[in-house]
């Protein structure tokens, strides 16, 4: 019964049935067979609902989606061009640091690509950069901000698996940046390569572009500043940024049209918040199942039989976790995955909030790891190329963001250092 029971499970999932049912499918008829009470499936879905820092989600993937509708890629893309369009690779740095700034907010790295794709790639083609380099930079650029605050798979690690938010956020300000230098210093011999010449600063540009982004630049500071400044908490930093984003966009610069277009912005928000919640709560209560017949603590064994050190339970995770992040989306598979590895690597001794970071620069590189990254089959949809180019066009960048993982991987400070100085 066992057997047919996944095998109709393995079978729906093929069949593209949603993750959530078949995840509370699994949940459902795993506690009946175990015959205990299917509410707890549901105790554990009010238990996530009622949790505090969810608030964020949904808040922060709001003001996400109205920064995604308005104008901002366009004067996000002129400020950075300004003040990164004159140092050597500086379109490279514009495509990086914009991608990273805009997919911080967003929360998702296929929105990046479609806002900023149209804008950025004919800008590097018109530059001369090799087509096949900026299909590549473009692809691999369009998750480099799951690691900034306030990332929304951050607030979702967090709730998962229980480490504190505010830490989190430190942890991936060193990471993020260390994977955004080792792109650029590639981009630079690239450009050198290409011949690009550099582009002299304009003062003049660089005034108006700032000028134009005047409302906008505060945000990430504001929110920053605002929750390590002790002014309020995560929670009440996504209502700010709800309420500012809001009030700069429909009433400042008029991108939004607070009666004709607001609703339809909430419902598209709305909906990829829903179906995040649903596969949380399912997921949850399917893990508590899992806990329960002590799953982890099997696993925990086996591996226990062939692995007896924290750097070799630390390389099969990233084998796994690239596996995950080309197969699963990011919430689904934090969700999903976390609960099973966490006590795993506890048990080796990883710090929690390091472990959130190795997860996340892993997810990060699976959306452009070939044969099946979700980027790059939005990438050859946004671009109109065939998606094997796009394998060819994303290996070298694919390359140096294993490196970047290593670092991040084997060097804990990086994640761990502005954590331990400024505390909890």
């Known amino acids: 019964m066992t057997l047919l029971i996944v095998a109709a499970i393995l079978l729906l999932t093929l069949l593209g049935t949603p993750l959530y049912a078949v995840i509370g499918l699994a949940a459902l008829l795993s506690f009946h067979f175990a015959e205990i009470d299917s509410a707890a499936v549901f105790i554990e879905l009010y238990r996530v609902a009622s949790a505090p820092t969810l608030l964020a989600i949904p808040l922060f993937t709001f003001a996400g989606f109205i920064l995604a509708e308005s104008r901002t890629p366009q004067r996000l893309t002129r ?22 700034f805009f997919t911080a907010f967003t929360g998702a790295s296929g929105v990046t690509i479609i806002a900023l794709g149209g804008l950025l790639y004919p800008l590097m083609l018109k530059e001369m950069y090799g087509k096949n380099f900026s299909l590549g930079l473009m692809t691999s650029s369009g998750s480099l901000g799951l690691l900034f605050p306030p990332s929304l798979p951050l607030i979702l690690y967090g709730l998962v698996a229980k480490v504190n938010i505010d830490q989190l956020f430190l942890a991936g300000v060193v990471p993020g940046v260390l994977m955004i230098i080792i ?20 003062w003049h540009e660089t005034k108006r572009a700032v000028r134009e982004a005047a409302w906008e630049i505060p945000l990430p500071f504001l929110v920053l500043y605002g929750i390590y400044g002790g002014i309020f908490t995560v929670t009440e930093a996504a209502a700010v940024t709800v309420v ?48 329960d017949e002590q799953v982890p603590m099997q696993l925990l064994g086996f591996m226990k039989d062939y692995i007896d050190d924290q750097l070799t339970f630390l390389i099969v995770l990233n084998l796994f976790l690239l596996i995950v992040g080309c197969m699963m989306d990011i919430f689904s598979a934090i969700i999903v995955v976390v609960p099973l590895i966490v006590p795993i690597a506890q048990n080796f001794g990883v710090d929690m909030v390091h472990l959130g970071i190795i997860f996340l ?13 979700l980027n790059l089959f939005i990438a050859s949809s946004r671009f109109e190329e065939p998606v094997v180019r796009l394998y060819k066009a994303t290996l070298p ?24 100085l400024f505390g909890s």
């Open 397 to 420: 960048f694919l390359g140096l963001r294993l490196m970047g993982l290593m670092a991040v991987t084997y060097f804990p400070l990086l994640s761990l250092f502005l954590p331990n």
């Open 79 to 100: 400020l950075t061009q300004a003040l990164l369009g004159g140092v050597p690779g500086g379109l490279p740095w514009v495509v990086l640091v914009a991608c990273a």
């Open 183 to 202: 792109l650029a210093v590639y981009s630079m011999a690239q450009s050198k390569r290409f011949g690009i010449e550099r582009t002299p600063f304009n």
């Open 244 to 291: 500012y984003v809001v009030a700069v966009e429909c009433f400042v610069y008029r991108d939004i049209h607070p009666i004709r277009d607001m609703p339809e912005i909430m419902k598209k928000s709305m909906v990829l918040v829903g179906a995040i919640l649903i596969i949380l709560g399912t997921a949850m209560g399917f893990t508590s199942y899992l806990v």
């Open 361 to 373: 620069v892993n997810l990060e590189i699976g959306y452009s790891t070939p044969p099946v990254g």
